[in-house]
């Protein structure tokens, strides 16, 4: 099991060229619930900011990103982790959002997909796994 956050399982969906690499890490996943809002958001960015997606794709997009979270990834409610993330943010000057996936890996001590190198680098400052 792995804490999947936003920018690894959007480059899934949106299948940016890492894609393949990152989704034989779903088989089973955890992720913080607001994840499904970040996704969203980069599959709007791609269709009105990037112009690569149509609308019909970001809807088929948008369809995959449902089903992950409906079969491979569960959702984890955000509310737990604040306090925990808050003290992560403020530590280590990373935002809030970011900070609640490494505290949802420390909190059930398994490994971290992710894709941004900050986050990257302070969940490792924090002793957890981060892939790949």
Known sequence: MIVIDASALAA???REPTWRELVRYLRRAVSVDYVVKEVANAIWRAT???K???IDDARY???ILYKLVNTNIELYPELDLVPQAMEIAFSKGIALYDALYIALAIDRRIPLLSLDEKQRRVARELGSEVLP
């Open 12 to 14: 899934i969906v949106l």
């Open 48 to 50: 009105y900011v990037r």
């Open 52 to 54: 690569i997606l149509s």
């Open 61 to 63: 997009t948008l369809s």
